[in-house]
T-cell receptor
C-alpha cells in the first residue's frame, strides 16, 4: 500500500516568491493534516481536513497561507508571498478519521517538503 | 492549554545500553498518547500508542512505554539500544480537537 506522498521534497525560493506543496494521502483516509516543523522543534498543526472541509485552520496564517482539498483527496498548501521565517519542513499526514471529534488513531506521515527561503 | 513536554533535548547512550526517554503531558482527561520516531530527512513513524487498558504498551523495534497517570508521564524505554535507533523521538498527545500535539522532541545519539 502506498504511503502519504508529498512533493516537492525540497524547494529553494527567494523571499516574496510563491510556493506550493502537494500531498496525496493514503487511499481511503478521510482526514488530512498539514503540519509545520521548524528546525529542532516538534510538528505544529497548520490545518486539518475532514474530507474536503477544513475543520481546524486556526493556526494557519491566512494572510499568506492557503490550502485546499478539492474532492476530498489530494491537498495543496500554498504560501504567497514567502518570507524568510517560512523556511521549515511542511509535513502532510493522513488518518482514517476521528471518532467523536477525538483522534484515537495513528497519523501516517509523508516524508515532508523542506522549504528554504533566501 | 494542552501541552507535551520532553525535558531532554539530546541524549547519548552507548550501543547495548538501556534507554529511557521522558515525556510529560498536561491534560486532565484520559489521554491518547503516542511516540513517533523521525530519522533524518524522513517523515514520522509511529512506534507505539496508548488509548486505554494496560498501562505498559509494546511497540515496534523493541520499544515499550509506560503510562503513569499519577505522574502525567508516558516514558519510552528500550532495554538495549542499537546504532540504528539513532534518530529524533517525539511524544504526542491526542487532543480533543482531532489533532496531535507534539513535544519538541529528543534527539538520540548512539555511541559505538
Amino acid at each position: 500500500e502506498a504511503g502519504v506522498v508529498q512533493s516537492p521534497r525540497y524547494k529553494i525560493i527567494e523571499k516574496k516568491q510563491p510556493v506550493a506543496f502537494w500531498c496525496n494521502p493514503i487511499s481511503g483516509h478521510n482526514t488530512l493534516y498539514w503540519y509545520l516543523q521548524n528546525l529542532g522543534q516538534g510538528p505544529e498543526l497548520l490545518i486539518r481536513y475532514e474530507n474536503e472541509e477544513a475543520v481546524d485552520d486556526s493556526q494557519l496564517p491566512k494572510d499568506r497561507f492557503s490550502a485546499e482539498r478539492l474532492k476530498g483527496v489530494d491537498s495543496t498548501l500554498k504560501i504567497q508571498p514567502a518570507e524568510l521565517g517560512d523556511s521549515a519542513v511542511y509535513l502532510c499526514a493522513s488518518s482514517p478519521g476521528t471518532s467523536g471529534g477525538v483522534n484515537t488513531g495513528e497519523l501516517f506521515f509523508g516524508e515532508g517538503s523542506r522549504l528554504t527561503v533566501l | 492549554a494542552q501541552s507535551v513536554t520532553q525535558p531532554d533535548i539530546h541524549i547519548t547512550v552507548s550501543e547495548g545500553a538501556s534507554l529511557e526517554l521522558r515525556c510529560n503531558y498536561s491534560y486532565g482527561a484520559t489521554p491518547y498518547l503516542f511516540w513517533y520516531v523521525q530519522s533524518p530527512g524522513q517523515g514520522l513513524q509511529l512506534l507505539l500508542k496508548y488509548f486505554s487498558g494496560d498501562t505498559l504498551v509494546q511497540g515496534i523495534k523493541g520499544f515499550e512505554a509506560e503510562f503513569k497517570r499519577s505522574q502525567s508521564s508516558f516514558n519510552l524505554r528500550k532495554p538495549s539500544v542499537h546504532w540504528s535507533d539513532a534518530a529524533e523521538y517525539f511524544c504526542a498527545y491526542g487532543g480533543s480537537q482531532g489533532n496531535l500535539i507534539f513535544g519538541k522532541g529528543t534527539k538520540l545519539s548512539v555511541k559505538p
